[in-house]
């Protein structure tokens, strides 16, 4: 036996008893530290000092998001490559500095796994969109699309939970009217991350507490199918338009 403040406890009891497991809002493991913010933040700042040894242009031409590269060459994984890299340092500082802020409440919110869910898709849904919206000769790179869904996640997480959204919403305004106005500015992937990141954000604060996890799989099984759907009728359609030009192309 050993002293408690209630008299004495069994040691083997004690060491037996379960700690109650706290979870999220949403149903994920609480999360004290964002260890997904500060993985991705390192990933992309470890990829852009390899551009920065290659060559910014050189690296952006082979691994960026090019639409008629992806069509032709059939080189689906720029989709997801091009969402790392960042095309000058001020470029990467802004991405990292929202990564940063909004990732690490996000995280906390929602859970490691369902926050890497969410930047993810969200990434995919910004180069979907570009992929879709952009001049076939244009290459994108950057992390925008992804970020631009943090801060959709953001708004819907805190309208359900009630939690201010202000300075987000400001900070939305500012950052999509550049996107509109500045030269070279991809806005379609900050439309497109910016609406995939609110769709997975409102599955996981939407999901019934009944089968909570599983509708949260489901949905956001859901939204990768939609994206590779999109991904795969941008093919068809870029290769029909580009097949009187390129011989051979597979239509």
Known sequence: MIPASVGFQCPTC???TRVPKVVTPV????????????????????????QFSIGIDESSR?????????????????????????????HIA?????LYVMGATLERIFGHTRFIALYLLAALGGSVA???FSDLRTVSVGASGAVFG?????IVAGRRLRFDITQVLILLGINLAFGFIGEGVDWRAHLGG???????????????????????????AAVLIV??????????????LLAPFVPGIAT
């Not at 149903?27 to 390899?50: D, H, Q, R």
């Not at 994206?227 to 029909?240: G, K, P, S, W, Y």
Request: with cysteine; net charge neutral.
């Open 14 to 16: 004690v060491g037996n």
């Open 27 to 50: 149903g994920g493991a609480s999360v004290e530290k964002p260890y997904v913010t500060y993985a991705l933040i390192a990933v992309n700042i470890v990829v852009f000092l390899l």
């Open 62 to 90: 082979e691994f960026g998001m090019w639409p008629a590269g992806i069509a032709i060459e059939g080189s689906y994984w720029s989709l997801m490559t091009s969402a790392f890299m960042h095309a000058s340092p001020l």
């Open 94 to 98: 802004f991405n990292m500095y929202i």
């Open 130 to 132: 570009s992929y879709w």
């Open 150 to 154: 943090l801060m959709g996640a953001f």
């Open 194 to 220: 910016m609406a995939v990141g609110a769709i997975v954000a409102a599955i996981f604060v939407f999901a019934p507490r009944k089968h909570q996890t599983l509708i949260q799989g489901v949905g956001c």
């Open 227 to 240: 994206l590779i759907v999109a991904v795969m009728a941008r093919t068809t359609d870029i290769q029909n």
